[in-house]
């Protein structure tokens, strides 16, 4: 069974979207990210065409768009003496939101010039921080000399985290010779304060890599990270994996023995942590001008289709509602499953950017996880 987008969304789509703020391109109206976001409003699109780029700041409510995906790597860009600047630091006004999409976020940073690194993503000044379909990870060591703690992927302390559709992981810890012992690995994500949303996607923590002693086996350290610290998440269809703790070495005139294994890290460390049903499926990609589809599998239902999602408009008892069922949308009932419901995005280039979100419940039963995505070029 399909069921075209009604005509109520369709004016949404176009209305909101030509209402939007104008769309900047990385290149084209400025030659870099940094100069796109110097000169943006809040609230506006930058549209970045592939390419390697240089550490940015965001200090103002954007959303940042990849077509293709872009490249933010540490550049060897110092923030201090022997502290490298991370890729992407956040520097907000006191509120509002950022959102990533198709957005890669990495590099690596040179030991002999630097002896602490930075997260992939770090800092805050924002209500929110979203993450669609991004590969994010802490940037890892090169040439280095001595010992050197690992980073996390993403460290922030936003209220609210919406990682979705993305690849998030922790560097590794490493050294360059046999000191005994050496720092764990890192948080993959570090957001102690949130309220996280993570949904089909992999978070890791960074690992530590292998630890060796003269004559004997070394006494500690090395020990993975932890994959998400968050205050409270909901969660659907992920891989969550604590890193890989170091192998101990004991290494003389002979062959290196190993003697031992570092504990690896814990997968999440919440207050709480709820697990949605995952079955509500994207079956093509969310793309102007093209149909969205997708698949559910269980019923009855309600079926929705909301423009502009931001966090749960309410919570029920079985999990959080993310359609504002006040507003417009695009709802239908249906029986048992399986169906598959196609909606008709427009062609308006405005609403490159803008969120939408998919969601299946039943008052009293079930509520799925949210399908959200950014529409892409």
């Known amino acids: 069974m399909k069921h075209p987008l009604t005509s109520t969304l369709l004016a949404c789509f176009a209305l909101c979207g030509l209402a939007a703020a104008q769309q900047l391109h990385v290149p084209g109206d400025h030659a870099t990210i940094q100069q796109a976001i110097n000169a943006a409003s809040p609230g506006m699109t930058i549209v970045i065409h592939g390419g390697t780029h240089p550490p940015i700041v965001v200090d103002r409510s954007l959303t940042l768009v990849g077509d293709p995906a872009p490249l933010i790597v540490n550049a060897d860009v110092p923030e201090s003496s022997g502290i490298a600047a991370p890729p992407v630091r956040l520097a907000g006004p006191g509120g509002g939101s950022v959102v990533f999409a198709d957005i890669e976020v990495g590099g690596t ?68 010779d046999c000191y005994g012992g050496g720092p764990p690995g890192p948080t ?27 004559g004997g086996c070394p006494p500690s350290g090395g020990a993975g990270g932890t994959g998400i610290d968050a205050y409270v998440m909901w969660e659907a269809g992920n891989t969550l994996l604590g890193g890989a703790g170091a192998d101990y070495w004991e290494v003389g005139f002979g062959d290196p023995i190993l003697c031992g294994h570092a504990p690896d890290g814990f997968p999440v ?18 793309r102007i001008g093209q149909p969205w589809s997708l698949t559910w599998n269980k019923g ?32 239908r009932f249906y029986g048992a499953g399986p169906i598959t419901h196609t909606a008709s995005i427009p062609n308006v280039p405005a609403l490159i950017g803008r969120k939408v979100t998919a969601q299946a419940f039943e008052f009293g039963a079930f509520v799925t996880r949210p399908v959200t995505r950014v529409i892409l070029p």
């Not at 805050?124 to 010992?147: A, N, Q």
């Not at 460390?269 to 969310?286: A, G, S």
């Not at 929705?304 to 309410?314: D, G, K, N, Q, W």
């Open 300 to 331: 009855p239902s309600i079926f929705a289709i909301f423009f502009e999602e931001t966090f749960p408009h309410f919570d029920l008892q079985i999990g959080p509602v993310f359609i504002d069922l006040v507003g417009p949308r695009e709802q």
């Open 269 to 286: 460390d919440v207050l709480n942590q709820f697990t949605m049903l995952n079955d509500l499926n994207e079956v093509t990609p969310l």
């Open 109 to 176: 940073v040179d030991g002999f010039l630097f002896h602490t690194a930075r997260a992939g993503i770090l800092g805050s000044g924002f209500d929110e921080l979203h993450l669609y379909g991004c590969t994010v990870d802490g940037p890892r060591w090169i040439y280095l000399t001595g010992v050197a703690a690992g980073a996390p992927a993403v460290e922030t302390s936003v209220e609210y985290l919406m990682i979705s559709d993305s690849t998030v992981r922790g560097a590794y810890s490493s050294s360059d």
């Open 188 to 214: 993959g994500v570090l957001a102690p304060n949130a309220t996280a949303y993570v949904f089909d996607s992999t978070v890791v923590g960074g690992g530590s890599h292998s630890i060796c002693m003269y």
